[in-house]
C-alpha cells in the first residue's frame, strides 16, 4: 500500500470519529440533571403549533394549534385548530385530557381510563418501564377497541428539532397491541415521543402503525412554536 494511500485512510478514519464525536455531543442535554416529577403548569392561553408530517415522503400533512381553553384540578381542556396546508381547510374541536396530557375525549371518541400514550408519567426517571391497557370507543366501527402495551423512559437528551428549536427532553416508548384481531390481522403501534419540561409538553412525537409486522402507516409531529398567554 503506498503512503498517499495510508495518509487518505488515515484522514479518512479521523474524519469519521470527529464526526461520531460531533453526532453524540449534539444529544448531551445542557442540563445533566433531569427532574424526577412531572407538574403541568397551563393556563387558559396557552398554545402548541406543530407540524405534521409524512414519516415516509416527509411531505407537510397538517398544522395542529393546541389552545388551552379551561383548567381544573383533574383536566385540561384545549382546543385543536387542524390546518390542510394543502387546500387551507380548518377544522376546530375540543380535546380533554388529564393533567399529564392523557386523552380523555375527543368530538369522536373517548378513552378509559385514558389514551396513556399522549401522555407522561408523574413519577419520571430514565429506565422507568410500565405497562398499560385503554379502550377507545367512537362512533365509527370498530366501535369499541382495546389497547395493552408497555412503556419505558429511554433517556434524557438533547433534542434538535431543526427549525431553529432545540430542548433537554424526555425520550418515552410506547408499544401496543390492539384488539379486536379482524381476519387474524394483528395491528400494533408505536409512539416516541420527546418530552420537554420548558414547554410543559412533547416537542417531538413520532408514530408508526403494523399490520401483521408490515409499516402501515408513518407520522411525525414537531412543535414550530410555544407561547404562554401573558396573565
Known amino acids: 500500500m503506498s503512503r498517499r494511500l495510508k495518509l487518505a485512510m488515515v484522514v479518512l478514519f479521523?474524519?469519521?470519529?470527529?464526526?461520531?464525536?460531533?453526532?453524540?455531543?449534539?444529544?448531551?442535554?445542557?442540563?445533566?440533571?433531569?427532574?424526577?416529577?412531572?407538574?403541568?403548569?397551563?393556563?387558559?392561553g396557552d398554545?402548541?403549533?406543530?407540524?405534521?408530517?409524512?414519516?415516509?415522503?416527509?411531505?407537510?400533512?397538517?398544522?395542529?394549534?393546541?389552545?388551552?381553553?379551561?383548567?381544573s384540578d383533574s383536566e385540561i381542556d384545549a382546543r385543536l385548530r387542524i390546518l390542510n396546508p394543502v387546500t387551507n381547510a380548518e377544522t376546530?374541536?375540543?380535546v380533554v385530557f388529564d393533567r399529564n396530557?392523557?386523552?380523555?375525549?375527543?368530538?369522536?371518541?373517548?378513552?378509559?381510563?385514558?389514551?396513556?400514550?399522549?401522555?407522561v408519567p408523574s413519577d419520571i426517571q430514565v429506565g422507568k418501564t410500565w405497562q398499560y391497557n385503554f379502550e377507545m370507543s367512537r362512533n365509527n366501527l370498530p366501535s369499541r377497541v382495546k389497547f395493552e402495551g408497555k412503556a419505558k423512559v429511554e433517556s434524557w437528551e438533547r433534542i434538535d428539532l431543526g427549525n431553529g428549536l432545540a430542548f433537554d427532553a424526555f425520550k418515552i416508548t410506547y408499544d401496543a397491541s390492539i384488539t379486536p384481531v379482524v381476519s387474524n390481522r394483528k395491528w400494533q403501534q408505536r409512539f416516541?415521543?420527546?418530552?420537554?419540561?420548558?414547554?410543559?409538553?412533547y416537542v417531538?412525537?413520532?408514530?408508526?402503525?403494523?399490520?401483521?409486522?408490515?409499516?402501515?402507516?408513518s407520522t411525525a409531529e414537531?412543535?414550530?412554536?410555544y407561547q404562554r398567554r401573558e396573565q
Not at 417531538?204 to 402507516?217: I, Q
Not at 414537531?222 to 412554536?225: N, Y
Open 14 to 44: 479521523l474524519v469519521a470519529c470527529g464526526c461520531a464525536a460531533v453526532a453524540a455531543d449534539d444529544t448531551k442535554p445542557t442540563d445533566p440533571n433531569p427532574p424526577t416529577t412531572i407538574k403541568i403548569d397551563v393556563a387558559r
Open 47 to 71: 398554545r402548541w403549533t406543530y407540524e405534521v408530517r409524512d414519516g415516509l415522503t416527509d411531505e407537510l400533512r397538517h398544522v395542529f394549534e393546541y389552545a388551552v381553553t379551561d383548567v
Open 92 to 94: 376546530v374541536s375540543l
Open 101 to 119: 396530557w392523557r386523552r380523555k375525549e375527543t368530538a369522536a371518541e373517548r378513552f378509559r381510563p385514558a389514551d396513556e400514550e399522549t401522555g
Open 192 to 201: 416516541e415521543q420527546w418530552y420537554a419540561p420548558a414547554v410543559q409538553r
Open 204 to 217: 417531538r412525537l413520532t408514530f408508526e402503525s403494523r399490520l401483521n409486522g408490515k409499516l402501515v402507516e
Open 222 to 225: 414537531t412543535l414550530r412554536d
